[in-house]
Nanobody
Framework: QVHLVESGGGLVQPGGSLRLSCTAS????????MGWYRQSPETERELVAT???????NYGDSVKDRVVIYRDDAKNTIYLQLNKMKPEDAAVYYC???????????WGQGTQVTVSS
């Protein structure tokens, strides 16, 4: 069982920045299988950024020039730095953990991000 806790959401002005964090708890954790997705009332859940098994990162096309995913393995925590934010970035951001051994995906409770002046 993996438990995910997100934080850092809130209101930000267009052009501003925000940092989200997600801490995982459980046994046998690896941040290599963690990432961020988002969903708004107008869109399906979509990839924002995720680490890969090889240690790299993948980014969604709509954000790849404006976000950075990074991590602190000692804390089992990943972060998402969002820059130059746009109104269309407003969504609930979810942390995702993939348990490769069990073939199971865990989701955090989500953190709301609002972009408005």
């Amino acid at each position: 069982q993996v438990h995910l806790v997100e934080s850092g959401g809130g209101l930000v002005q267009p052009g501003g920045s925000l940092r989200l964090s997600c801490t995982a708890s459980g046994n046998g954790l690896s941040t290599n299988t963690m990432g961020w997705y988002r969903q708004s009332p107008e869109t399906e859940r979509e990839l924002v950024a995720t680490f890969t098994q090889s240690g790299g990162a993948n980014y969604g096309d709509s954000v790849k020039d404006r976000v950075v995913i990074y991590r602190d393995d000692a804390k089992n925590t990943i972060y998402l730095q969002l820059n130059k934010m746009k109104p269309e970035d407003a969504a609930v951001y979810y942390c995702r953990y993939y348990d490769a051994r069990a073939g199971h995906i865990y989701w955090g409770q989500g953190t709301q991000v609002t972009v408005s002046s």
